[in-house]
């Protein structure tokens, strides 16, 4: 009976929980309402048996089987029998559920860095979560061949094996896990996953002429290579540091110029061949020198004026580059977390300036610089009426940005006059906050958007319809008479209706776009803090 009650509890729980309501959405949308129902039941307890996910979803045997499958598959879902050797538990992968929502972001990033064959493949991964290579290559150049619009010769299979081999040695695409050795009374239960650092981003060889081939004939699949046990996937920390390199150097840019934003590009391209940590080892200048000429030439003016740049840059409240040593030309390191922070104090900063006022934002910025403040010292510093202090002050109390810390003048009981108070800012807990905040944000963007496309479906079906029989007619030489015809049928009023609908739609998935980079930066921060 107390059991439960504990699973009721946490039904509750987890119906209003932002972040669950936000995973179940995105897997809902992906894989459908079953997967959905099994990736919010695990999330709603972060680690479930097989067992409990089916006495508390109500599904069948065979249905909650194909969700974990398919969820596994794609690495939302992980398993394990640490716990209990013979129990195999299902633990929920937030941050790989979230990443659905980033793909745009890293598909445009592989293909301003790699080009367009590499975005393909990359695409092709993410539709399956981990695939072989002969079927990676395969269906990129399948695609690349039905989108060329007169017949022609299949891509280069070899060209695009090339390609490939980038991006696993660019650490892009890394080997899945392959099964390891197991004992015989849990292999059947649980299968040993073991990741083979060595081989990690080894590629393999392919049979480029069956492929093409497979290509030529037109072919729905490829006859299975000697590949077929090692499948690759999608590096997701790497796709989550290209993220994290491309808002330091639009940080950069924004704080000082285009050209310093290049200096930064080419710091990070350093910082990236050494280990994770908050603060980087030491580099010459000259590394930062050739590394910046590679990148993006001896004549470009980031490698003419890189001296001034750099002490431009280190100068800068962020402090993208610090200088810790003269020999050599001069020595330096980049601190990542002091600039993550950074990020994050400029966000937090945004967020109170637009949900209160700038005189908000003036009380918070002097409160964290100050560490504690009293009331009486923050009403005189601050140039605001007392009245006002005092109201905007415990907004912020109430919202989580600010604290109260109460220090007495004696142990002995005594009255209030006897102690003081000082307000202080948490930084992590102001923060985490706001995380949940921005699920809460991205999960109402995404619900009004799907109202609005429901409501409005037969409009936008009646425009889409029209707009491909107006393309089709241009397409095969309508004339004038005949398009004005087609573009008739809609009346003004609905194209009008259709414009707002429309409108309305990039607003709900622009502002969904800016709380996921601003989750990500929040996210960022969190993850440095927990590595000091």
Known sequence: QAY???????KRMSDSDPLTKLLGQIVSDVFGETAALVATDIASFTVKTFSQILSSTSLSIKEVRA???????????????????????????TENILSFLRYPRFLYLVKTAHGD??????????????????????????????????PAQPPNISDLNTQLVSLISNSLI??????????????????????????????????????????????????????????????????????????IVA????????????????????????????VSAQFSHQAISDQVAADHGKDSLAHIYLDQYLRVLGDDR??????????????????????????????????????FSSKAVRIFRYIREKRFVE???????????????????????ENHFIHLQELRKSVAPTAPSKAFYLYYVDLPQAVRTCVSVCYKAMYNCRSRA?????????????????????????????????????????????????????????????????????????????DYNSMA
Not at 67 to 79: E, P, T, Y
Not at 258 to 273: C, D, N, T, Y
Not at 494 to 521: C, G
Request: contains cysteine; aromatic residues 4%; hydrophobic residues 40%.
């Open 4 to 10: 439960n009650c504990l699973i009721h509890f946490y």
């Open 67 to 93: 969700a974990l499958g398919v969820l596994i598959q794609h690495r939302l879902v992980s398993f394990s029998d640490t716990a209990k050797p013979g129990k195999v538990d299902y633990l929920i992968q």
């Open 117 to 150: 064959e590499a975005e393909l493949m990359v695409e092709e991964i993410i539709k399956s979560g981990s695939e072989t290579a002969t079927n990676i290559l395969f269906r990129t150049a399948k695609r690349l061949h039905e989108s060329q619009e007169v």
């Open 174 to 247: 890394e080997r899945s896990e392959q099964l390891g050795q197991n004992t015989a009374a849990t292999a059947v239960l649980c299968p040993n996953l073991v990741e083979n650092k060595l081989l990690l981003n080894t590629p393999v060889d392919v049979d480029e002429k069956a492929i093409s081939t497979a290509v030529m004939t037109k072919c729905e699949t490829v006859e299975p290579g000697n590949d077929q046990d090692v499948l690759w996937r999608l590096n997701m920390k790497k796709c989550e540091q290209m993220v994290r390199d491309q808002m």
């Open 251 to 278: 940080a950069a840019g924004r704080r000082v110029d285009k050209q310093a934003g290049l200096v930064v590009q080419s710091l990070l391209r350093i910082v990236e061949r050494q280990a994770d940590a908050t």
């Open 318 to 355: 962020t402090r993208f580059v610090d200088r810790v040593g003269d020999s050599g030309g001069g020595q330096y390191h980049v601190d990542l977390k002091h600039i993550i922070t950074d990020m994050v104090e400029g966000c937090l900063d945004c967020i109170i300036l637009e949900k």
């Open 375 to 397: 009331e009486g010292q923050l009403q005189q510093v601050v140039m605001i009426p007392a009245k006002e202090t005092k109201m905007l002050t415990y907004q912020l109390l």
């Open 450 to 526: 799907k109202f609005e496309a429901v409501e409005h479906s037969r409009l936008l079906d009646k425009h889409e319809r029209i707009e491909s029989i107006a393309a089709s007619l241009k397409a095969s030489g309508g004339t004038e008479e005949q398009l004005e015809e087609v573009a008739e049928m809609m009346t003004p009023p609905e194209k009008e209706a259709v414009k707002k609908i429309h409108v309305k739609l990039d607003k709900l998935s622009e502002a969904q776009s800016q709380a996921d980079e601003t989750l990500s930066v929040l996210r960022l921060y969190l």
